[in-house]
């Protein structure tokens, strides 16, 4: 067979005789849409069912309806029964929380209420002592109250606890045996457990940590059972333990949706857990006293409205789903199975779930409590509930990993898988082999796969439905492809002509890009070249990206630094930061582009690019770059044409201002313009021969510092 483990996974009620009747009943109503979340048996063996929407349902115990009741404006919580048959119910109507009490008949016997709304669904239970119920007095507040009714609805009393500055969530209480009650309530830190008498004194209490507790139970040896998930947790976490708060087990077994997850302790100490696998299908799973798993069934069911399962008194387990594939509450199946978890007539499933050990820790804690008084009252109103009971069974549509693929592809191509009958499953696992891009996938339709390795590839497909897993798997051969190999991408340093050669052993033909089919090929340009090889079945390509220096980098001989005068005043910066070079190599041992020259000489430098060499020689010579300032020794302004203007000029500099002095130290002299020039006058007259003393103030341009200069000339005339 392709699949085994599915196929067997779907089984049907064996076919031998037994003593527990099982059925399945879809329960309906014209009046209003029906969400079962609690479920009791009663003492002749038929059921209570309540509803989220404020129904209550008696059935006989062969799934019979006896009676329906709708409660206005009310939401059922949690039923218990009293061994007479009156039925009392935790419920939520309108803005406050009541008990109701219903007879056997269906008749009302009485309604207190109980506190504010506790959105978090307290529960009741029921002993010879009377019913206990958890609630709070107002919407938003720390203390939570346990209270203790009689069976006539008379408060025997109510005891508040509290933590310093805490808020605490009542939510979960159990009978302890007959003798006490057990409360529970949770916060952010985790679970507070109480066991309190039957006259409101608590005898001992231990906090859990982290877990938020939500069911209850006591072994018949006096030892204790607790269920409930961590914060922001999918997965039921159960433990049991000793009333001095030692762990015996402690497991945590899978849910797939947030707090669909409860369980029930039974009489003979073994557990029944109630999960969501995801994918429409319920899980109930039954654990032993010692927390060995003894089986794991799955149902088809919605993944809100389902009831807490339980024991019933003929060995057998029930609990109640919504019908499937319904997009409201409209419609709910109560299953009632046998021992193991089958339903005669009706496909039911082994399931897997994961389960496993979890590590909790128990200690004690400080609190407050004191018996308060309580005051309130309610009205509800009971009316007759029309209803439709119909067997059902739905068959599940179990997901295959069958898929089709091609057998033979060539190395280097692609293949889809086709999945024939995946949906539904709750995970897709894929495996296509080494070298296959992806090598897995966790998609149910993958796609394209490629295959780059020749050889037999195993592609394999696993389902996952109900935690069970299911794998089918085909072989696809993968043929090699005739490749080419051009070698890597390369770059010439010298512009030659440069061959490429593709070719391969054996009767194989050759395409290049450019339409030629030799597989050798000469090339003298830059580019990229392809070349596709085909054999009689496949084919291969291999490319290759060709660069030659002088193409890529045209102008960079022209970039490299040439012969240079400098400045002897400082040094030289040469940078051959050139673009596409990679490493230079200086003739002075540096290996940096830029370098500082301050002598002269003949220096090279090889710039590298890449691998390719670029060289260069140049020579540095130096000069002093300063201002000077030139002044003639003598002149002779007689108009005869000839030097007869006294006129500096600079090197490097801006003549600013130039002053002429007499020998006795008297200015006859001075402009803001001196390459005008001085004609040898002072106030339009003749200035005597002899010898003048000149101040010129200039801008160094090297520098760009102001300076003086001073001198003498001598004027004569002829």
Same mark, same amino acid.
């Given at each position: 067979?392709?699949?085994?483990?599915?196929?067997?996974?779907?089984?049907?009620?064996?076919?031998?005789?037994?003593?527990?009747?099982?059925?399945?009943?879809?329960?309906?109503?014209?009046?209003?849409?029906?969400?079962?979340?609690?479920? +009791?048996?009663?003492?002749?063996?038929?059921?209570?069912?309540?509803?989220?929407?404020?129904?209550?349902?008696?059935?006989?115990?062969?799934?019979?309806?006896?009676?329906?009741?709708?409660?206005?404006?009310?939401?059922?919580?949690?039923?218990?029964?009293?061994?007479?048959?009156?039925?009392?119910?935790?419920?939520?109507?309108?803005?406050?929380?009541?008990?109701?009490?219903?007879?056997?008949?269906?008749?009302?016997?009485?309604?207190?209420?109980?506190?504010?709304?506790?959105?978090?669904?307290?529960?009741?239970?029921?002993?010879?002592?009377?019913?206990?119920?958890?609630?709070?007095?107002?919407?938003?507040?720390?203390?939570?109250?346990?209270?203790?009714?009689?069976?006539?609805?008379?408060?025997?009393?109510?005891?508040?606890?509290?933590?310093?500055?805490?808020?605490?969530?009542?939510?979960?209480?159990?009978?302890?045996?007959?003798?006490?009650?057990?409360?529970?309530?949770?916060?952010?830190?985790?679970?507070?457990?109480?066991?309190?008498?039957?006259?409101?004194?608590?005898?001992?209490?231990?906090?859990?940590?982290?877990?938020?507790?939500?069911?209850?139970?006591?072994?018949?040896?006096?030892?204790?059972?607790?269920?409930?998930?961590?914060?922001?947790?999918?997965?039921?976490?159960?433990?049991?333990?000793?009333?001095?708060?030692?762990?015996?087990?402690?497991?945590?077994?899978?849910?797939?949706?947030?707090?669909?997850?409860?369980?029930?302790?039974?009489?003979?100490?073994?557990?029944?857990?109630?999960?969501?696998?995801?994918?429409?299908?319920?899980?109930?799973?039954?654990?032993?006293?010692?927390?060995?798993?003894?089986?794991?069934?799955?149902?088809?069911?919605?993944?809100?409205?389902?009831?807490?399962?339980?024991?019933?008194?003929?060995?057998?387990?029930?609990?109640?789903? !919504?019908?499937?594939?319904?997009?409201?509450?409209?419609?709910?199946?109560?299953?009632?199975?046998?021992?193991?978890?089958?339903?005669?007539?009706?496909?039911?499933?082994?399931?897997? !779930?994961?389960?496993?050990?979890?590590?909790?820790?128990?200690?004690?804690?400080?609190?407050?409590?004191?018996?308060?008084?309580?005051?309130?009252?309610?009205?509800?109103?009971?009316?007759?509930?029309?209803?439709?009971?119909?067997?059902?069974?739905?068959?599940?549509?179990? !997901?295959?990993?069958?898929?089709?693929?091609?057998?033979?592809?060539?190395?280097?191509?692609?293949?889809?898988?086709?999945?024939?009958?995946?949906?539904?499953?709750?995970?897709?696992e894929w495996e296509f082999g080494p070298g296959?891009? /992806?090598?897995?996938?966790?998609?149910?339709?993958?796609?394209?796969?490629?295959?780059?390795?020749?050889?037999?590839?195993?592609?394999?497909?696993?389902?996952?439905?109900?935690?069970?897993?299911?794998?089918?798997?085909?072989?696809?051969?993968?043929?090699?492809?005739?490749?080419?190999?051009?070698?890597p991408d390369t770059l010439i340093c010298e512009?030659?002509?440069?061959?490429?050669?593709?070719?391969?052993?054996?009767?194989?033909?050759?395409?290049?890009?450019?339409?030629?089919?030799?597989?050798?090929?000469t090339v003298s340009q830059n580019g990229t070249?392809?070349?596709?090889?085909?054999?009689?079945?496949?084919?291969?390509?291999?490319?290759?990206?060709?660069?030659?220096?002088?193409?890529?980098? /045209?102008?960079?001989?022209?970039?490299?630094?040439?012969?240079?005068?400098?400045?002897?005043?400082? +040094?030289?910066? #040469?940078?051959?930061?050139?673009?596409?070079?990679?490493?230079?190599?200086?003739?002075?041992?540096?290996?940096?582009?830029?370098?500082?020259?301050?002598?002269?000489?003949?220096?090279?430098?090889? +710039?590298?690019?890449?691998?390719?060499?670029?060289?260069?020689?140049?020579?540095?010579?130096?000069?002093?770059?300063?201002?000077? #300032?030139?002044?003639?020794?003598?002149?002779?302004?007689?108009?005869?044409?000839?030097?007869?203007?006294?006129?500096?000029?600079?090197?490097?500099?801006?003549?600013?201002?130039?002053?002429?002095?007499?020998?006795?130290?008297?200015?006859?002299?001075?402009?803001?313009?001196?390459?005008?020039?001085?004609?040898?006058?002072?106030?339009?007259?003749?200035?005597?021969?002899?010898?003048?003393?000149?101040?010129?103030?200039?801008?160094?341009?090297?520098?760009?510092?102001?300076?003086?200069?001073?001198?003498?000339?001598?004027?004569?005339?002829?």
């Open positions: 067979m392709k699949h085994p483990v599915l196929l067997l996974l779907l089984l049907l009620s064996p076919c031998f005789v037994t003593s527990q009747a099982t059925y399945q009943k879809l329960i309906s109503s014209t009046a209003s849409g029906l969400g079962g979340v609690a479920l +009791a048996e009663a003492p002749d063996g038929g059921f209570v069912v309540g509803g989220v929407s404020g129904q209550i349902i008696k059935l006989d115990a062969q799934g019979v309806v006896e009676w329906g009741r709708q409660l206005d404006s009310a939401a059922v919580f949690d039923v218990d029964l009293s061994p007479s048959g009156d039925i009392f119910l935790s419920i939520n109507n309108n803005d406050a929380q009541a008990l109701l009490s219903v007879d056997a008949g269906g008749q009302m016997n009485w309604t207190v209420y109980t506190g504010k709304p506790n959105f978090s669904n307290g529960q009741v239970a029921v002993s010879s002592a009377g019913i206990v119920t958890v609630s709070r007095r107002e919407v938003i507040e720390k203390p939570f109250n346990i209270q203790q009714w009689n069976f006539d609805g008379n408060l025997d009393w109510m005891l508040k606890i509290e933590l310093p500055d805490d808020t605490l969530t009542g939510i979960s209480v159990a009978d302890y045996l007959g003798g006490s009650w057990l409360a529970a309530a949770y916060n952010s830190t985790g679970t507070y457990l109480f066991r309190i008498s039957h006259d409101g004194n608590p005898f001992w209490y231990w906090h859990i940590a982290g877990l938020w507790v939500k069911d209850l139970g006591v072994y018949s040896n006096g030892q204790l059972f607790a269920a409930g998930s961590f914060p922001g947790s999918n997965d039921v976490v159960m433990l049991r333990f000793k009333h001095d708060g030692s762990i015996i087990w402690q497991k945590r077994l899978q849910s797939l949706i947030q707090n669909t997850g409860v369980a029930t302790l039974g009489t003979n100490g073994d557990v029944l857990v109630r999960t969501y696998m995801g994918n429409g299908l319920a899980g109930l799973i039954k654990i032993d006293e010692s927390g060995d798993m003894q089986w794991a069934r799955g149902y088809p069911s919605g993944n809100f409205g389902m009831s807490r399962p339980i024991f019933t008194s003929d060995g057998g387990v029930a609990m109640l789903v !919504p019908k499937p594939n319904q997009t409201s509450l409209a419609e709910i199946v109560l299953i009632k199975a046998d021992a193991e978890g089958y339903v005669e007539g009706c496909e039911v499933l082994d399931i897997c !779930p994961q389960y496993e050990d979890v590590q909790l820790d128990i200690s004690a804690f400080e609190f407050s409590s004191e018996l308060i008084p309580f005051f309130g009252n309610i009205a509800v109103e009971l009316f007759s509930l029309p209803l439709d009971i119909t067997p059902f069974c739905q068959p599940v549509q179990l !997901p295959l990993p069958d898929f089709d693929i091609v057998d033979t592809v060539c190395a280097g191509s692609h293949a889809m898988p086709t999945p024939l009958m995946n949906d539904g499953a709750q995970a897709w296959a891009v /992806p090598p897995v996938s966790s998609e149910q339709f993958p796609g394209n796969v490629l295959f780059t390795q020749p050889g037999a590839h195993t592609v394999r497909q696993t389902v996952v439905f109900g935690g069970c897993r299911d794998s089918f798997e085909q072989v696809v051969n993968v043929l090699p492809a005739p490749i080419p190999d051009l070698g512009d030659v002509m440069y061959q490429l050669d593709g070719s391969l052993p054996g009767d194989v033909s050759y395409l290049w890009e450019n339409g030629s089919s030799d597989p050798v090929r070249y392809v070349l596709t090889a085909t054999d009689e079945l496949c084919s291969g390509v291999d490319s290759v990206k060709v660069r030659f220096f002088g193409q890529t980098w /045209p102008d960079a001989a022209l970039q490299l630094p040439g012969d240079t005068l400098a400045c002897e005043e400082q +040094a030289l910066l #040469i940078d051959a930061a050139i673009p596409g070079a990679t490493a230079w190599q200086w003739s002075t041992g540096a290996d940096t582009a830029a370098i500082f020259i301050d002598e002269p000489g003949q220096y090279s430098l090889t +710039a590298y690019f890449e691998h390719c060499p670029l060289m260069a020689s140049f020579t540095v010579d130096f000069a002093s770059c300063s201002a000077k #300032i030139y002044l003639p020794n003598a002149f002779s302004p007689n108009n005869d044409g000839i030097n007869d203007l006294l006129i500096p000029f600079g090197n490097n500099a801006i003549l600013e201002n130039m002053k002429i002095f007499n020998r006795w130290g008297g200015m006859v002299y001075e402009t803001d313009h001196p390459d005008t020039g001085w004609d040898g006058t002072v106030k339009g007259k003749a200035a005597a021969t002899g010898v003048y003393v000149v101040l010129i103030k200039y801008l160094d341009e090297y520098t760009g510092e102001e300076k003086w200069y001073s001198g003498e000339v001598v004027l004569v005339r002829n």
